[in-house]
Each structure stands twice: as C-alpha cells, then as structure tokens.
T-cell receptor, first 117, second 115 residues
C-alpha cells in the first residue's frame, strides 16, 4: 500500500501554546486527507476531512477555530491545535486517499501523541 | 448517518485456534465498502481485509476471512490459526461508495491470543 507519514510522532507542550502536526503522502497524490482523534482503548473519531486547495469540512462538535487544518498541496496536510489545553491531549491520526493507488482505501499515518502539560 | 456496531469489547483465543469478531452496520445505501482494520500496540492502522458490497463472494486474505451477510447487514471477521502477532484491537469500518468518502468505525474489539 501507499505510505503516509506524520511528524512529529510525539510532542509535549505547555498549556496555551499551539502545536502543528504534519501529514504527508510520500508516494501518491492525496486529494483527500482525514484527521482522527483517538483516546486510549477507544475508536477513531473523525475530526475533519480536507481536500487539497479548499477549506476543511469539520465534524459536528469539533471546534474549527481550535483545530486548524490546511491542505495546501496534494502531499501535505497540517493540523494545528491552537491554545492547547490538557484536555486536548490525545493520539491524532491522519489518513489519505485519492487517485488510482488508493482507490476505495485510506492509508493511515503512524499517529502523533500529543501531551499538553 | 451510517452506524457500525461491534458488540464484543474483548475476545480471547488460544494460539492456533479460530476466533470470530462480529460487526453489524446500518445503511440505506446499496453501494458501499466494508473494512476490517487491525491496530496493534504500535497504534499503526493496518488494513486486514476489504469487502465490496456488490460482490457476493466473501473476501479472504490468508488466515483472515469474512462472512458478509448483506441482507442482515452483518460483516464478521474470522481469524484462523491465531498467532501471537494477531493480538491487537480490531475495527470494523464502513465507507460509502467509490470515492474519497469518510470511514465510519465501530467501537473496536480487543483480541488477546493465549500461548
């Protein structure tokens, strides 16, 4: 399958600061990227869907001003957690799809563990 | 909205034995895809198997096979000859149609393999 990377793999930050997480599709052009949040021993919760060059579509209950998503190119999407607080501590996963290599399948990044102190 | 239900929070299986994970879903669509994903302790999501709704034949991938009952909206996963490396959380997921649509995940089933 195709390869999706995330950076950083883990990050610790102080309350009130902003954190940016990158999601890259390494060997295909991702027209659509998805951002998920996962708490321990729970399922993946979709936060938003982003399409290259357009505004992200956020799921109900997700604060778009707090979780800024940018999909500036076909290989890169970023999630910025603004003014992070301890309750934002979680595991964030991105996935990517698009083009013939990912037909009907999403390829997942390895995830980013965010800890807010 | 589509819902995916996994009613077994945890399952335990003896090494080399078989375990079946259940999944039901709710949809009014006729064109959709169903998936089983594995999430080991590393938390990397791994696609185990995929089923296209218009295909009547059940998908198989080596030791993994599904029982797809479209009328009953059931999509169970059978793991045969269980190995220690199969220990993970397994998620059933639904996707509408043939485009870049979002996945709807079930709550997950944690599989433990006993040596």
């Amino acid at each position: 399958g195709a390869v999706v990377s995330q950076h950083p793999s883990w990050v610790i930050c102080k309350s009130g600061t902003s954190v940016k997480i990158e999601c890259r599709s390494l060997d295909f052009q991702a027209t659509t990227m998805f951002w998920y949040r996962q708490f321990p021993k729970q399922s993946l919760m979709l936060m938003a869907t982003s399409n290259e060059g357009s505004k992200a579509t956020y799921e109900q209950g997700v604060e778009k001003d707090k979780f800024l998503i940018n999909h500036a190119s076909l290989t890169l999407s970023t999630l910025t957690v603004t003014s992070a607080h301890p309750e934002d501590s979680s595991f964030y996963i991105c996935s990517a799809s698009g083009g013939p290599r990912s037909y009907n399948e999403q390829f997942f990044g390895p995830g980013t563990r965010l800890t807010v102190l | 909205a589509q819902t995916v239900t996994q009613s077994q929070p945890e399952m335990s299986v003896q090494e080399a034995e078989t375990v079946t994970l259940s999944c039901t879903y709710d949809t009014s669509e006729s064109d959709y895809y169903l998936f089983w994903y594995k999430q080991p302790p590393s938390r990397q999501m791994i696609l185990v198997i995929r089923q296209e709704a218009y295909k009547q034949q059940n998908a198989t991938e080596n030791r993994f096979s599904v029982n797809f009952q479209k009328a009953a909206k059931s999509f169970s996963l059978k793991i045969s000859d269980s190995q220690l490396g199969d220990a993970a959380m397994y998620f059933c997921a639904y996707k509408l149609g043939r485009g870049d649509y979002k996945l709807s995940f079930g709550a997950g089933t944690t599989v433990t393999v006993r040596a």
